[in-house]
């Protein structure tokens, strides 16, 4: 049955009225069918079978207007597919064409083998050095006799890898002598470089990278260890990245400053829950009417970026994501432009009291349509294909390394017609009755329609990005964690959780190792206390080679 076959007009609040209800029964509907292969049918019968028409249709377009709210709980409780254009539409992609006979015929690329070369490791890896047992540099070649054996520029480089435990015991046994006169005891000094700390930098950063980087809960690095005969209880890991925290105040605060002075913040929360959240602490975190009103903890993630580097933070408590954006704000100067910011549709996005340039993710609006592709394919596939369009002028754009001036004048010459298209064409469909307001495909339109100033803001900003992936991919740090522990026994529990997270997403976005950083913070706290801007992730090593050297 077509779409659109004996549909019903919507009334006057835009619903469309169910058919009339009549009895019909089964073995009397198919004596009607019968009858009507060998004479006209009478006007009760042509009424019966005409209501049943209605009734299918009306349960069809139905079906259809819930079908994306059935697929999208279907994808909540077994996960996505791919969202790309290719996977989406299949066949609807690209247009069906016959290959021609006479083009050369390629082969596809074939998979690679999956292996990194030795070069990969040069940074983590110890490094041993293999002389040649009997050729040595100067002597004569073996070979001919004739020419001296000199070193090739690489070596030839074999990796082996071998397990350790992500903490390691060394036991000191300090050698104690007492004399058998007056019974004076000597103990030996400890040997250089030991320190007075049990658990020193380094065990601090390995428990923060395990938990806080990569989701692991403190009960399973408890068993962990444990099966390595290494006693280390959640209670004695969480007191170490606590004070480990303290010491880290300082760069998490430069951090947030930095962060309120870039030039675009994405921004966007997801749930979270705190054991012994009081309602002492939820008033101080909100206003009056509001700390009676909201009920929920959020983990908001917000990712700014400026031309050298990006910076990830993480807020936990009962503020939602623009809340806690206009508390990074207030740290920014004020002499700066707003800044832009880019996130989803959602209104906790942008509740907060701060002024920014406001960009909607494009994604977010593409997302409507995937979900209802099934539903409506050629409409869908329209949208997707123009879309896609755009995003690779925006590809187009990073890979020629573009400024944002000159990105913005490739967008408005090639992705403004493209998104004027769109734009008429959603109206279309609405104003000429070609689809359901109220179908998935109505909807879809809708939200793209309401946001549309938002949505194209790459066309008219520079520096603009097309969507909020970004922020995105950051909350899948927190949300990991809250997969693995589900809750946070406090807010300071949720605060170290926090920073640690800020710190080491912030060096994974840099390219930075965040274990290396982690333990050089520690090991140079008061330094790092006394100028924080220097052990930023992208400046540490300059401030670390400064600091060796000395005055």
Not at 17 to 40: G, H, M, T, Y
Not at 102 to 124: C, D, I, S, V
Not at 249 to 267: D, F, G, M
Request: charged share 25%; net charge neutral.
């Amino acid at each position: 049955m077509s779409r659109g076959r004996r549909r019903r007009k919507p009334d006057e609040r835009g619903r469309v009225p169910s058919p009339q209800s009549v009895d019909v029964d089964p073995e009397e509907l198919r004596a009607i069918v019968d009858r009507a292969q060998q004479q006209p049918l009478s006007s009760d019968e042509h009424t019966k079978l005409a209501a049943l028409i209605d009734t299918l249709v009306f349960l069809t377009e139905e079906l259809r207007a819930s079908g994306a709210s059935i697929e999208r709980l279907r994808r909540l409780l077994f996960g996505t597919k791919s969202e790309t254009t290719q996977d989406v539409l299949g066949a609807l992609a690209a247009p069906q064409t016959q290959p021609d006979p006479a083009a050369p015929q390629t082969r596809p690329k074939p998979p690679g083998h999956g292996r990194h070369a030795a070069t990969t490791y040069l940074a983590a890896a110890e490094k041993v050095a293999v002389p040649h047992p009997t050729v040595h540099q100067g002597d004569l070649c073996p070979e001919c006799a004739r020419g001296r054996v000199r070193p090739t520029p690489e070596p030839v480089r074999v990796v082996r890898f071998r397990g350790i435990a992500p903490l390691q015991i060394r036991l000191y046994e300090k050698e104690r002598l007492r004399c058998a006169s007056c019974g004076e005891v000597f103990t030996a000094p400890s040997p250089e470089g030991v320190g007075d700390k049990k658990y020193d930098e380094t065990a601090t950063a390995m428990v923060a990278l395990m938990k806080y980087g990569s989701g692991l809960p403190f009960n399973r690095i408890e068993k962990l260890h444990a099966g390595l005969g290494i006693p280390l209880p959640a209670s004695t890991q969480w007191e170490v990245v606590r004070d480990g925290a303290e010491l880290l105040a300082a760069p998490h605060e430069e951090l947030l400053r930095q962060a309120a002075q870039s030039q675009v913040l994405y921004n966007d929360d997801t749930t979270a829950k705190i054991l012994d959240l009081t309602p002492k602490e939820r008033a101080e975190a909100l206003s009056l009417e509001k700390a009676d009103e909201r009920t929920g903890v959020f983990t908001s993630g917000i990712v700014a970026t400026g031309e050298d580097h990006k910076i990830a933070v993480f807020c936990t408590g009962v503020r939602h994501a623009g809340e806690n954006l206009a508390d990074v704000l207030r740290r920014r100067q004020q002499q700066l432009p707003h800044p832009i910011q880019m996130c989803d549709g959602s209104a906790n996005n942008t509740c907060g009291d701060f002024a920014a340039i406001l960009g909607n993710c494009l994604a977010h609006a593409r997302r409507k349509y995937v979900e209802v592709v099934d539903n409506f394919p050629a409409e869908c596939a329209h949208v997707l294909k123009l879309l896609g369009q755009v995003y690779a002028h925006d590809a187009e754009a990073k890979k020629l390394d573009l400024a944002a001036d000159e990105r913005l004048a490739l967008h408005q010459q090639k992705s403004a017609p493209l998104m004027d298209e769109l734009q008429q064409w959603g109206r279309q469909q609405i104003a000429e009755h070609k689809i359901e307001p109220h179908s998935g495909l109505g909807a879809a339109i809708a939200y793209m329609q309401r946001r549309w100033d938002a949505l194209t803001l790459f066309l008219r900003q520079p520096g603009a990005p097309l969507d909020s992936n970004l922020v995105e991919r950051a909350l899948k740090k927190a949300i990991l964690h809250r997969k693995n522990s589900l809750f946070f026994k406090s807010t300071k529990g949720a605060r170290v959780a926090d920073l640690y997270m800020s710190l080491i997403h912030t060096c994974e976005l840099n390219r930075a190792n965040p274990f290396d950083y982690l333990v050089t913070l520690l090991r140079h706290h008061r330094a790092v206390a006394h100028a924080p801007a220097d052990w930023m992730p992208w400046t540490y090593l300059a401030a670390l080679e400064n600091l060796h050297r000395g005055p």
